[in-house]
């Protein structure tokens, strides 16, 4: 033991810098070399020396017990469990994970007996820990990982390695290993062996430096691909390389022990794992989706924006302490598991690859998915536990990106040589194009003074339509400004005739209307190609977009000389001017809907009474100046409150809207059908005498008598009403005059029976 301590204290304290310690190469004698020479050599003889004395790696595989639940503690915090030789609740395992029986058990306790070994400064290695665990050795806490509360239970810390170190008289002494998991595993997972110390770092070592290497290539891609998306034409393309090599970097880094060296910050890496690890799929589908972009599916699409979801969810909702990231892990694996190999599948069968590109990125993509699920399926115990070179996979994977980009760039230059050939033609060419640009520049100049003006008019235009309130006015408005806005452009308006799709000219300036039909037509057929044509359209709330006039301009006209520039800068004024014509008849429209809402019964479609008070006394004017007749009924629902109380509130406004709809069927458009409160009704006639009221009541009080109105499938009974009829006639001095006559007719007919029709006495 005291050789090999001389050793290592020698080993550790010279190292090939102190080697070459006040020796200058340029000055080095035959005898300096000598003695360097034989400095490095004893220094390599005592390196392999002290590695070859260092005691053999124990595997502890074998001779586990297991017990579930958490022990009790004393009073001095010792677990009671360790100071028991047996029992009945111990039970062997071949390896501390995942024992049989566990029926959502969160707690379990692992021990096992120390082997023998020559070691001077032993520590026990754990590849990982589900989830969180406490070591103790002769009743005495030894390690801890993550901090159990007084139910024996912890929050997620992440999954690094664990370098437990044990005291040198150890062998044969009883460890044991307090575990808590609520994930699907728990437990030790993967080697657990004692060694050395320096055995373990130089262990880690190696096992780092590929991965290491892997990273820093990767990271240089990332880099590189992110630049040329940044710069290059294919963006996305190369957005997808730096995607994945970002997630094959962060992913092999994470996945590196040499991270804990790094920065021992467990739960962090374990953020970058599984960033890294749900992008994955992320990339592979953009990747495809660029490849084979002629034939893109849109499952790829749906991928995409599912693995983005599921990473943003997932990290989000870990960080804000809603869900364990550890629970993440298993519904990532199996959505993994079912969709990338059914993507990859899907673009096989139904794709086809036909050239070398797709074949290498398909070929590619299988080769690391299957690595992928084969290091998911170590994951979850399906199979023994092995290292999966699933950085090897992303590193391919890469590789074969990177290879086909190299290709593309070798033919791009192939192109650039042939093109280079013709180099002097196209500096000729291109020549005599500035030059045309020189001559089109004055062009420009008075087509921006062109444009300044006709902006101020378009400003002025449309300011005077947005101020109108309703849209015919606005169009009329329109049209008598179009002249001015378009000259000396000849144009003509066609305005749109009623709901039909027919369009009559309304406007006409220039030399335009000889060429053009004025009657109604379906369609405007422009007579040759230096007409344009504008479709003036708006946002009606309840019809929908709608066509409110087709605006034609000739800007072939034989009376203006217009240059190329200035023809350019009308167009798109005029293009411009349209839309927001558009836009504020759409708000006119919007207005006006909202106007008559305003007037509107919401449960029958009637107007209300609001409109009502408004339009009577209107009504009432225009008859007595131009002596025509008015008549007016007002009707009300038999025993409605009885049907209300009988049936409920519903059924009474189900008898409410019939009633709305028999008043609409039995009375002209032209009169004023109102709502005028709970189940009464006024219906105001302009232009009809009373006989013609009176015959109009009694047909909707029959018809309503024989209706069987049903509601929830029974019938409601006989619905009748009643209703009183007045006429305006030279006594009636006010519209509320007029009104209170027909109200006490129907307080007649309500006092004769109900179910009538009673017209006032003048």
């Given at each position: 033991?005291?050789?090999?301590?001389?050793l290592?204290?020698?080993?550790?304290?010279?190292?090939?810098?102190?080697?070459?310690v006040?020796?200058?190469?340029?000055?080095?004698?035959?005898?300096?070399?000598?003695?360097l020479?034989?400095?490095?050599?004893?220094?390599?003889?005592?390196?392999?020396?002290?590695?070859?004395?260092?005691?053999?790696?124990?595997?502890?595989?074998?001779?586990?017990?297991?017990?579930?639940?958490?022990?009790?503690?004393?009073?001095?915090?010792?677990?009671?469990?360790?100071?028991?030789?047996?029992?009945?609740?111990?039970?062997?395992?071949?390896?501390?994970s995942?024992?049989?029986?566990?029926?959502?058990?969160?707690?379990?306790?692992?021990?096992?007996?120390?082997?023998?070994?020559?070691?001077?400064?032993?520590?026990l290695?754990?590849?990982?820990?589900?989830?969180?665990?406490?070591?103790?050795?002769?009743?005495?806490?030894?390690?801890?990982?993550?901090e159990?509360?007084?139910e024996?239970?912890g929050?997620?810390?992440?999954?690094?390695?664990?370098?437990?170190?044990?005291?040198?008289?150890?062998?044969?002494?009883?460890?044991?290993?307090?575990i808590?998991?609520?994930?699907?595993?728990?437990g030790?997972?993967?080697?657990?062996?004692i060694?050395?110390?320096?055995?373990?770092?130089?262990?880690?070592?190696?096992?780092?430096?590929?991965?290491?290497?892997?990273?820093?290539?990767?990271?240089?891609?990332?880099?590189l691909a992110?630049?040329?998306?940044?710069?290059g034409?294919?963006?996305?393309l190369?957005?997808?390389?730096a995607?994945?090599?970002?997630?094959?970097?962060?992913?092999?880094?994470?996945?590196?022990?040499?991270?804990?060296?790094?920065l021992?910050?467990a739960?962090?890496?374990?953020?970058i794992?599984?960033?890294?690890?749900?992008?994955?799929?992320?990339?592979?589908?953009?990747?495809?989706?660029?490849?084979?972009?002629?034939?893109?599916?849109?499952?790829?699409?749906?991928?995409?924006?599912?693995?983005?979801?599921?990473?943003?969810?997932?990290?989000?909702?870990?960080?804000?302490?809603?869900?364990?990231?550890?629970?993440?892990y298993?519904?990532?694996?199996?959505?993994?598991?079912?969709?990338?190999?059914?993507?990859?599948?899907?673009?096989?069968?139904?794709?086809?690859?036909?050239?070398?590109?797709?074949?290498?990125?398909?070929?590619?993509?299988?080769?690391?998915?299957?690595?992928?699920?084969?290091?998911?399926?170590?994951?979850?115990?399906?199979?023994?536990?092995?290292?999966i070179?699933?950085?090897?996979?992303?590193?391919?994977?890469v590789?074969?990106?990177?290879?086909?980009?190299?290709r593309?760039?070798?033919?791009?230059?192939?192109?650039?040589?042939?093109?280079?050939?013709?180099?002097e033609?196209?500096?000729?060419?291109?020549?005599?194009?500035l030059?045309?640009?020189?001559?089109?520049?004055?062009?420009?100049?008075?087509?921006?003074?062109?444009?300044?003006?006709k902006?101020?008019?378009?400003d002025?235009?449309?300011?005077?339509?947005?101020?109108?309130?309703?849209?015919?006015?606005?169009l009329?408005?329109?049209?008598?400004?179009?002249?001015?806005?378009?000259?000396?452009?000849?144009?003509v308006?066609?305005?749109?005739?009623g709901?039909e799709?027919?369009?009559?000219?309304?406007?006409?300036?220039?030399?335009?209307a000889?060429?053009?039909?004025?009657?109604?037509?379906?369609s405007?057929?422009?007579?040759?190609?230096?007409?344009?044509?504008?479709?003036?359209?708006?946002?009606?709330?309840?019809?929908?977009q709608?066509?409110?006039?087709i605006?034609?301009?000739?800007?072939?006209?034989d009376?203006?000389?217009?240059?190329?520039?200035?023809?350019?800068?009308?167009?798109?004024?005029?293009t411009?001017?349209?839309?927001?014509?558009?836009?504020?008849?759409?708000?006119?429209?919007?207005?006006?809907?909202?106007?008559?809402?305003?007037?509107?019964?919401?449960?029958?479609?009637?107007?209300?009474?609001?409109?009502?008070?408004?339009?009577?006394?209107?009504e009432?004017l225009l008859?007595?100046r131009?002596?025509?007749?008015?008549?007016?009924?007002?009707?009300d629902?038999?025993?409605?409150?009885?049907?209300?109380?009988?049936?409920?509130?519903?059924?009474?406004?189900?008898?409410?809207?019939?009633?709305g709809k028999?008043?609409?069927?039995?009375?002209?458009?032209?009169?004023?059908?109102?709502?005028?409160?709970?189940?009464?009704?006024?219906?105001?006639?302009?232009?009809?005498d009373?006989?013609?009221?009176?015959?109009?009541?009694?047909?909707?009080?029959?018809?309503?008598?024989?209706?069987?109105?049903?509601?929830?499938?029974?019938?409601?009974?006989?619905?009748?009403?009643?209703?009183?009829?007045?006429?305006?006639?030279?006594?009636?001095?006010?519209?509320e005059?007029?009104l209170q006559?027909?109200?006490?007719?129907?307080?007649?007919?309500?006092?004769?029976?109900?179910?009538?029709?009673?017209?006032?006495?003048?």
């Amino acid at each position: 033991m005291s050789i090999y301590w001389a050793l290592d204290r020698f080993v550790s304290r010279h190292t090939l810098m102190q080697a070459f310690v006040n020796t200058s190469p340029q000055l080095l004698s035959a005898t300096a070399w000598s003695r360097l020479g034989f400095r490095l050599m004893l220094l390599l003889s005592l390196l392999m020396i002290s590695s070859s004395l260092r005691a053999a790696p124990v595997s502890l595989e074998q001779n586990w017990q297991y017990r579930w639940g958490d022990s009790p503690f004393s009073a001095t915090g010792v677990p009671l469990w360790t100071q028991e030789s047996g029992g009945p609740d111990w039970h062997a395992i071949d390896f501390p994970s995942n024992p049989p029986d566990r029926q959502n058990r969160t707690n379990v306790w692992y021990r096992t007996v120390l082997p023998d070994g020559d070691w001077r400064d032993p520590v026990l290695y754990i590849y990982s820990v589900d989830l969180i665990v406490e070591v103790y050795l002769d009743g005495q806490r030894i390690y801890h990982y993550g901090e159990f509360d007084q139910e024996g239970k912890g929050q997620f810390q992440g999954w690094p390695w664990h370098m437990i170190t044990l005291p040198e008289d150890t062998a044969g002494k009883p460890i044991y290993f307090r575990i808590y998991s609520d994930y699907l595993d728990i437990g030790l997972w993967g080697e657990v062996k004692i060694m050395e110390r320096m055995a373990l770092y130089d262990q880690i070592s190696e096992q780092s430096v590929e991965n290491l290497i892997i990273t820093v290539f990767c990271l240089l891609v990332t880099l590189l691909a992110a630049l040329f998306a940044l710069i290059g034409a294919e963006r996305r393309l190369f957005l997808a390389v730096a995607l994945f090599s970002a997630a094959s970097a962060g992913l092999s880094l994470s996945g590196s022990p040499f991270k804990q060296i790094i920065l021992n910050a467990a739960l962090f890496w374990e953020y970058i794992s599984a960033g890294s690890y749900y992008l994955l799929p992320l990339a592979m589908a953009m990747l495809l989706s660029e490849t084979f972009k002629p034939q893109r599916h849109r499952f790829l699409q749906a991928l995409q924006w599912f693995f983005l979801a599921f990473v943003t969810a997932a990290l989000g909702l870990s960080l804000s302490g809603w869900v364990n990231l550890s629970d993440t892990y298993p519904v990532f694996d199996a959505f993994f598991a079912i969709l990338v190999p059914l993507m990859l599948a899907m673009m096989v069968r139904k794709l086809r690859p036909h050239n070398l590109e797709e074949r290498v990125i398909l070929a590619a993509c299988g080769l690391f998915t299957l690595l992928l699920l084969l290091d998911m399926a170590v994951a979850h115990s399906w199979i023994e536990w092995r290292h999966i070179p699933v950085d090897w996979g992303a590193l391919v994977f890469v590789l074969a990106v990177i290879s086909l980009s190299l290709r593309h760039y070798i033919g791009t230059q192939h192109s650039l040589t042939r093109l280079n050939t013709t180099l002097e033609t196209q500096v000729r060419e291109r020549t005599r194009k500035l030059q045309q640009l020189a001559d089109l520049e004055s062009a420009r100049a008075r087509a921006l003074e062109f444009g300044n003006q006709k902006s101020r008019l378009l400003d002025q235009l449309t300011g005077q339509i947005e101020a109108q309130a309703d849209v015919e006015s606005a169009l009329t408005l329109l049209e008598q400004g179009l002249a001015e806005f378009c000259a000396p452009v000849p144009g003509v308006c066609y305005r749109r005739e009623g709901q039909e799709e027919r369009y009559r000219m309304s406007e006409h300036w220039g030399n335009s209307a000889q060429s053009l039909p004025t009657q109604a037509i379906n369609s405007v057929i422009l007579p040759h190609p230096g007409w344009h044509s504008f479709n003036l359209s708006y946002q009606h709330p309840h019809a929908g977009q709608q066509v409110a006039a087709i605006i034609c301009i000739n800007l072939g006209s034989d009376t203006i000389d217009f240059e190329a520039p200035q023809v350019y800068t009308l167009t798109t004024l005029f293009t411009r001017a349209v839309e927001r014509m558009g836009l504020a008849l759409s708000r006119i429209a919007l207005q006006e809907a909202l106007s008559r809402l305003s007037y509107e019964d919401a449960l029958t479609g009637l107007h209300n009474r609001r409109y009502l008070d408004e339009m009577l006394p209107r009504e009432f004017l225009l008859a007595q100046r131009n002596q025509t007749p008015l008549t007016l009924m007002i009707c009300d629902i038999d025993h409605f409150k009885r049907l209300n109380d009988t049936h409920g509130h519903a059924a009474g406004d189900v008898v409410l809207k019939e009633v709305g709809k028999q008043l609409r069927d039995t009375f002209r458009q032209t009169d004023i059908i109102s709502r005028y409160g709970g189940e009464e009704f006024v219906v105001v006639m302009p232009g009809a005498d009373l006989d013609n009221c009176q015959r109009r009541s009694e047909q909707l009080r029959d018809q309503l008598s024989k209706l069987d109105i049903m509601y929830e499938g029974k019938s409601l009974g006989p619905v009748t009403l009643s209703a009183g009829v007045c006429s305006l006639s030279a006594d009636t001095a006010t519209p509320e005059q007029l009104l209170q006559q027909a109200d006490n007719a129907l307080y007649a007919a309500k006092h004769q029976g109900r179910n009538r029709v009673i017209c006032a006495s003048v």
